[in-house]
């Protein structure tokens, strides 16, 4: 019966991708999702064979391990454990906010561009990194289509075709989600609990790959994006409009624009809390940039404002993790029928893990069962269950098609359907620029994996 169970399952399983991929709501598919693999496990567990329960105790209830205490898991205890991920992701979004108010994020941009000059390489280099860094704090749907109708319309300003613009922009912005502590949060969470490994600090996780990720991305996205230009035809018609338009908006404070990375390096450097870090970068730069000059009263309404602003941001992705942990929580009663299925072709080995995700990288688009925005919850939850892998490399592995693949090449991502919108550009014609960027970024980065978080084994957290 665990077989008949584990096919149903299997089918439910590319069902949801085949949801994902139709581009609906991620929120009430993942109910969904957790509802039907809450039905078919537990129940299956009157009809499977006793040596099937006996060599999975988790399915065996009884006095101990109560249906009702698995179904408390799923439905509170879960969503419940992504308490501190929520509030990170709240108060990233009000910091996000602050540094759009304040001017900050703009002048970092505008100074960026003069130094680039009329050279639309360079320009597009620094616009990359700079763009890498502001992303390294800020996170969220609204604060990338902010900095983007700063960034693309000077982009396109400078010859480079519109297509080009929007992947190098998104390129850009997916590298910096990869300090990005929110993000971090986020999808440490798919893996473990902060207090059962707390040594999977960022700051860990930043010196041992995720600096490394970051550049291959950043310099993979420039380089492609040198090679594209040098392909296309570039005209300077709007150049003159959009430069005297952004010399009439007002600079930062110089000394402020270094506020962005403030909440990253003291986390990393100091492993100092990521919201004391959003807190205190935030206030100096509404004090420092002069919108904090009201009476007690206005500054706190500005205050609520900003965040207010920010939650509505990343409402549509509070409702998601509000859902996507009874999946995950689910996918463990779920697993021991998929490793019944997939037992024996899921890969075993750290090498062969790489080579199979780089191959299947393609699969990362569309929410599809290799992104941890997706469905990739579930393959997870199998892959973890056949061999023992640690948690730094599974988090590598499935950051990848995350990051690099969802997040900055597939036209699902929120912020990629608004610039779509917003330049015109036919999603075919980005995906032909951003799916090779997606390999050929992919490809480094397992490479990367293999070689800094191959074989670390249960003692990781020791080296």
């Known amino acids: 019966m665990e077989y008949i169970i584990g096919i149903i399952l299997l089918i439910s399983f590319f069902g949801l991708a085949y949801y994902c991929i139709k581009g609906h ?9 957790t509802l039907l693999w809450t039905i078919l496990p537990i129940g299956g567990t009157f009809f499977a064979s006793e040596s099937f329960l006996t060599s999975n105790p988790i399915l065996l209830f ?57 050279k639309p390489f360079v320009t597009v280099a620094l616009l990359n990194v700079v763009t890498a ?13 902010a900095i983007g109708v700063i960034v693309l319309p000077i982009l396109m300003s400078l010859g480079i075709p519109k297509s080009v613009a929007l992947f190098t922009f998104m390129g850009s912005v997916a590298s910096g989600i990869y300090l990005n502590p929110v993000n971090f949060a986020q999808y440490r969470a798919f893996f473990i609990k902060p207090e059962e490994m707390p040594e999977f600090t960022l700051g ?44 009439e ?16 390096v003291l986390k990393i450097w100091l492993d100092f809390s990521v919201i ?32 207010y602003d920010g939650v509505v941001d990343t409402a549509p992705l509070v409702g998601f993790l509000l859902t996507l942990p009874m999946f995950n929580q ?42 941890l925005v997706g469905c990739g919850a579930a393959t997870l939850g199998v892959l973890s269950n056949v061999a023992s892998f640690s948690v730094p490399f599974l988090y590598a592995v499935f950051a990848i098609p995350t990051i690099t693949v969802n997040i900055g090449s597939c036209i699902t991502q929120s912020w990629v359907a608004w610039g779509l919108a917003y330049t015109k550009v036919e999603s075919r014609e980005f995906l032909k620029l951003s799916i090779p960027n997606a390999y050929l970024t992919g490809v480094l ?17 020791l080296s």
């Open 330 to 371: 689910v996918a463990a009663y779920a697993s021991p029928y998929f490793k019944v299925i997939l037992g024996n072709v899921m890969p075993r080995s750290e090498i062969v893990v790489c080579i199979v995700f780089a191959v299947l990288l393609c699969m990362g688009l569309f929410r599809g069962p290799m992104t």
């Open 276 to 307: 004391g870090g959003f807190v205190i970068a935030g206030f100096l730069a509404l004090f420092l940039c002069g919108r904090m000059k009201g009476n007690f009263k206005e500054n706190c309404q500005l205050v609520n404002k900003l965040y």
């Open 204 to 247: 860990w996780y930043a010196s041992h790959w995720g600096y490394a990720a970051l550049v291959i991305m950043l310099v993979a996205t420039t380089v492609l994006a040198a090679f594209y230009l040098k392909r296309a035809k570039t005209v300077h018609a709007w150049a003159a409009q959009t430069r005297s338009s952004a010399s």
């Open 25 to 33: 709501n991620l929120m009430i598919g993942f109910l969904l999702i």
């Open 133 to 145: 860094l502001i992303f390294t704090a800020m996170t969220g749907a609204g604060p990338v289509i």
């Open 62 to 118: 009884g006095k101990d391990n109560t249906v009702i205490a698995a179904l408390n898991k799923i439905y509170q205890s879960a969503p419940e454990g992504w308490g501190t991920t929520l509030v990170n992701v709240c108060w990233g979004a009000w910091f996000g906010r602050v540094l759009m108010d304040t001017g900050i994020a703009s002048t970092l941009i505008r100074k960026t561009v003069e130094l680039g000059g009329d």
């Open 445 to 461: 980065q397992y490479i990367a994996t293999f070689i800094m978080l191959g074989g670390l084994g249960a003692a990781w957290f």
């Open 249 to 264: 908006q007002k600079n930062a404070p110089f000394y402020t624009l270094i506020l962005p990375v403030v909440p990253v």
